[in-house]
Nanobody, 122 residues
Framework: QVQLVESGGGLVQAGGSLRLSCAASGRTFTIYDMGWFRQAPGKEREFVAAISRDSDTYYADSVKGRFTVSRDNAKNTVYLQMNGLNPEDTAVYYC????????????????WGQGTQVTVSS
């Protein structure tokens, strides 16, 4: 069992930056692949970024070049650095952990945080 807690969300103007953190419990954090997803009102939860246990990174086309995902295994924490934010990035952002399956699918992740709100004003 792993517990995930997101933090770092907030309100920023278009073009601004935020750094989200996902703190994970458990002594086996390093064996998990980690993902970031987001969900806006009335829309389905969508893939944003992922980082493997070997620190390989993957991004949705919509955020590539603007967002950077990283992990610090010593701190049991995954980060999402978000630059060049625009109003279309407004959503609740979730981190999640998985062992197998597609890194792009919500159904592959067995553990989820409660989310942190990101709001980008125009």
């Amino acid at each position: 069992q792993v517990q995930l807690v997101e933090s770092g969300g907030g309100l920023v103007q278009a073009g601004g930056s935020l750094r989200l953190s996902c703190a994970a419990s458990g002594r086996t954090f390093t064996i998990y692949d980690m993902g970031w997803f987001r969900q806006a009102p009335g829309k389905e939860r969508e893939f944003v970024a992922a980082i493997s246990r070997d620190s390989d990174t993957y991004y949705a086309d919509s955020v590539k070049g603007r967002f950077t995902v990283s992990r610090d295994n010593a701190k049991n924490t995954v980060y999402l650095q978000m630059n060049g934010l625009n109003p279309e990035d407004t959503a609740v952002y979730y981190c999640a952990a998985r062992l197998i399956g597609s890194r792009y699918l919500t159904s592959s992740y067995g553990y989820w945080g409660q989310g942190t709100q990101v709001t980008v004003s125009s």
